[in-house]
């Protein structure tokens, strides 16, 4: 009656043929069922993806808190070019002064 109908490999075994409409239910219904071993498989790695991001945001703020406290330290921090202006600075008025 049915010849060879398959909607995917796994769904037709070599050398057996379809003959009632039960059969080919029997067969729809498996490969339903495979397919939605496949989607819990990915449902699995999305869930295991967004675990992960949520990781990687909150470690994410904590980084840039860090860079935020390390940004406030530096403004108190004196270059060491500025460092040797200023001490050329004084050299000089020290002379100034020690002259008269």
Not at 5 to 15: E, F, L, T
Not at 54 to 62: A, D, F
Request: aromatic share 8%.
């Amino acid at each position: 009656m049915f010849e060879k109908i398959c909607y995917n490999a796994r769904m037709v075994k070599k050398g057996k043929k379809i003959t009632t409409i039960e059969q080919l239910a029997v067969m729809v219904q498996q490969g339903f069922l495979g397919v939605d071993k496949e989607f819990g498989k990915i449902y699995s790695r999305l869930d295991k993806i967004d675990s992960d991001m949520n990781y990687v945001h909150q470690h994410l703020g904590l980084i840039e808190r860090e860079i935020a406290e390390i940004k406030k330290e530096l403004e108190k921090v004196v270059y060491r070019h500025e460092l040797e202006a200023l001490r050329s600075r004084v050299e000089k008025l020290e002379k100034i002064i020690s002259a008269k």
